[in-house]
């Protein structure tokens, strides 16, 4: 992950990451075990959707996160990342083998 990458741990409250993605920016975070594997993304329109649910600001994010989220391996050539891309794909979070 680069500096310009978001990324909180799953057991993140809400109102955590929701401060992440505003300071960033970005619409989303990279969500990554505690022991920094990767697991999934959640995006400022779960938060919105997990909250009118009734999910509380001091709740955990990890009912929420997409653990089905776009992902790339560091390997991968650039068009074959390009061709995952879509209008409603922000972003495309790269892993090595490890899941790092």
């Known amino acids: 992950m680069t500096d ?5 741990r799953i057991t993140s409250t809400v109102v955590m990451v929701m401060s992440v993605i505003n300071d960033y920016g970005s619409g989303l975070a990279v969500v990554l075990s505690e022991n920094d594997k990767y697991i999934g993304l959640v995006t400022d329109g779960d938060i919105r959707r997990a909250i009118i649910k009734g999910l509380s600001p001091q709740d955990s994010i990890e009912s ?3 653990k089905d989220a776009v992902f790339g391996k560091i390997t991968d050539d650039r068009d074959s990342l390009l061709s995952n891309l879509s209008l409603d794909l922000k972003a ?3 892993i090595d083998n490890d899941s790092n």
Do not use: Q
């Open 4 to 8: 310009n990458t978001p990324v909180v």
């Open 64 to 66: 929420i996160v997409n």
């Open 92 to 94: 495309i979070p790269l």
